[in-house]
Each structure stands twice: as C-alpha cells, then as structure tokens.
C-alpha cells in the first residue's frame, strides 16, 4: 500500500536551515509528481513546492526562493530543503503524491529562537 514518512523536521533558530525529506513505498514513484504542503496550528494546510516527474519545480507563493525541492528516483525519496527560516514556516508539513489521495503522518517543523 502507498506509504509516505516525512522526517528531518525539528526545532530550529530563525535564519536557520533544515533539509526535509520524504520516504515513499507503495507505487512507482517515478511517475508520479511530488508535492510539499503544511499546516499551522490554526490555519488551513497550504502548498509549499511540487517537482514534477521530469524535474520541474514549483512553488508556492508563501516561499519564493527560499525553499527547493528536489528528487531521487533511486532512493524513491522527495526533498524540501528550506533556508532562512522564520517564525512564519512553524508547521507541519507533509509530502504528497499528485493523484493519489493519501496524507503521511508529517514532520513538525518549529521555528523559535
């Protein structure tokens, strides 16, 4: 069955960096578009990047060229490298694959000095 693990998340100062990744089992991974998204507490879950199964990225309005997402066909794993962090990323996040209808567990992000 599809599986997705986030990991990587953790607590962080702002101006810091983190590197998120995202472990998926359960379907062909190279034909698929990988997505990020996330929550904060309160607030609706939002989209953060998507590359596509060729390598083209996408982003959302809330992290212009801050983020970058990225993938490895081999190790069937998406990226979310994130740089000068601030309060405002505090979230869960969550990788998806486009089309298929099914949420990991997420990874908490916390930003705070």
């Known amino acids: 069955q599809v599986q997705l693990v986030e990991s990587g998340g953790d607590l962080v100062q702002p101006g810091g960096s983190l590197r998120l990744s995202c472990a998926a089992s359960?379907?062909?991974?190279?034909?698929?578009?990988m997505s990020w998204y996330r929550q904060a507490p309160g607030k609706e879950r939002e989209f953060v990047a998507v590359?596509?199964?060729?390598?083209?990225?996408g982003y959302g309005y809330v992290v212009p060229g801050r983020f970058a997402i990225s993938r490895d066909n081999v190790k069937n794993t998406v990226y979310l490298q994130m740089n000068s962090l601030t309060p405002e990323d505090t979230a869960v996040y969550y990788c998806?694959?486009?089309?298929?209808?099914?949420w990991g567990q997420g990874t908490q992000v916390t930003v705070s000095s």
């Open positions: 590359i596509s199964r060729s390598g083209v990225t």
């Open positions: 359960g379907f062909t991974f190279s034909s698929y578009g």
């Open positions: 998806r694959a486009e089309g298929i209808d099914y």
